[in-house]
Structures are given as C-alpha cells and as structure tokens.
C-alpha cells in the first residue's frame, strides 16, 4: 500500500534471515513436521498486467535499438514496479 510522495519510489523485498530458517527447521526436525518445500521465482514471470493498464519503460542500456528515445510497452509485470507485489 504505498503512497505516492511518501513512500512511493521506495522497493521492499521481504526476505528472511538464514537464523529464521533454520530455527524452523530444527522445529520441523524436533515434532516430526512435514517440510514441502517451493519456489517464489515464478511469480513475477508469469505475472500479466491488466487490460486497462499501459505500462512503458526505457530499453535497458545496451540493447540494440532502431532509434534513442525508443520506449516498450510492457505485457507482463516486473519485479520492481509500483504495480508488482
């Protein structure tokens, strides 16, 4: 729920510490827990943006483009816009 002005330009990625885990793991190991296990780096990949939204951003420096102000519109979410989770 970022708002703009205040915390608007601002990235937060929750991630946990390796202390955290493995206190749940010697928890797991302790009452005979089942651990499943998954992988999050999917999310953003197959994230699609909504129809009413038009999203456009510069081409990464590098990329070998037809002109120099050349933008793209995006179809699919990354990790790191406003719009992403």
Do not use: C
């Not at 590098?62 to 179809?75: C, F, K, W």
Request: proline share 2%; no cysteine.
């Amino acid at each position: 729920m970022q708002v703009y002005g205040e915390d608007y330009l601002n990235t937060f990625s929750p991630v946990a510490k390796l202390a955290s885990f493995r206190t749940i793991l010697v928890f797991a190991t302790r009452y005979n827990w089942d651990i499943d296990t998954f992988d999050f780096n999917s999310a953003y990949l197959n994230g699609d943006l909504n129809q009413d939204e038009e999203i456009y951003m510069q081409l990464p420096s590098g990329y070998n483009s037809v002109g120099e102000d050349m933008v793209m519109q995006l179809h699919k979410s990354l990790y790191g816009l406003k719009q992403a989770g």
